[in-house]
């Protein structure tokens, strides 16, 4: 079946860098992906819509600067975390849609940021 | 307003007991489609269920049931004769109409926690 690959799984960084998180359609080609966040025992919400060859959409109160998103191509989307800060430790998770729109939205496996 | 409300925080059984997770939902659009994710301690969600606005009839697979309920908006979750496989944090999520798609962007609810114990 369809995969959403999420790359790194977790990373651990120091204050002040910065970390791009990638989101990598397998087998099919996603013209719109998603980021979540999700901090500990609670829900996931939606940060950022990319768009393939269009700039991101992002909800309010996310700051698009902080948060980087590229969506170069139909298979890849990366999240830049510019300037991380301990309050910016989270688990982010990447969703696609295929253009079929036919099948669920896919999910990658989260990444889980530590910020020291 | 949340779009999705599950009351429910944290749900304990025990094994082979059946459990009901409770999901409501609002939304103005007539077309929508509500979703159920399971995600283990690992943190990755797996996929359940997708239910389309338009189609009310229950599902059953395997163990699990769903209950969509139009007239009260809500999409409930049944796990029948429970295991411990099952404990996670479930989550129920809507899709609304976007660019053309209802299998756009997801509101998701604050989750259950559910633990079964032997």
């Known amino acids: 079946g369809a995969v959403v690959s999420q790359h790194p799984s977790w990373v651990i960084c120091k204050s002040g860098t910065s970390v791009k998180i990638e989101c990598r359609s397998l087998?099919?080609?996603?013209?719109?992906m998603f980021w979540y966040r999700q901090f500990p025992k609670q829900s996931l919400m939606l940060m950022a819509t990319?768009?393939?060859?269009?700039?991101?959409?992002?909800e309010q109160g996310v700051e698009k600067d902080k948060f980087l998103i590229n969506h170069a191509s139909l298979t890849l989307s990366t999240l830049t975390v510019t300037s991380a800060h301990p309050e910016d430790s989270s688990f982010y998770i990447c969703?696609?849609?295929?253009?079929?729109?036919?099948?669920?939205?896919?999910f990658g496996n989260g990444t889980r940021l530590t910020v020291t | 307003a949340q779009k999705v409300t599950q009351a429910q925080t944290e749900i304990s059984v025990v094994e082979k007991e059946d459990v009901t997770l409770d999901c409501v939902y609002e939304?103005?659009?007539?077309?929508?489609?509500l979703f159920w994710y399971k995600q283990p301690p690992s943190g990755e969600l797996v996929f359940l269920i997708r239910?389309?606005?338009?189609?009310?009839q229950n599902e059953i697979s395997g163990r699990y049931s769903w209950n969509f309920q139009k007239s009260t908006s809500s999409f409930n979750f049944t796990i029948t004769a429970s295991q411990v496989v099952d404990s996670a944090v479930y989550f129920c999520?809507?899709?609304?109409?976007?660019?053309?798609?209802?299998?756009?962007?997801?509101?998701f609810g604050r989750g259950t926690q559910l633990t079964v114990w032997p």
């Open positions: 239910r389309n606005s338009f189609d009310e």
């Open positions: 087998d099919f080609q996603a013209t719109t």
């Open positions: 990319s768009n393939e060859g269009s700039k991101a959409t992002y």
């Open positions: 969703s696609a849609a295929d253009r079929t729109y036919n099948s669920p939205l896919h």
């Open positions: 999520a809507l899709s609304e109409w976007y660019r053309g798609s209802t299998l756009g962007r997801l509101y």
């Open positions: 939304t103005r659009d007539t077309t929508y489609y």
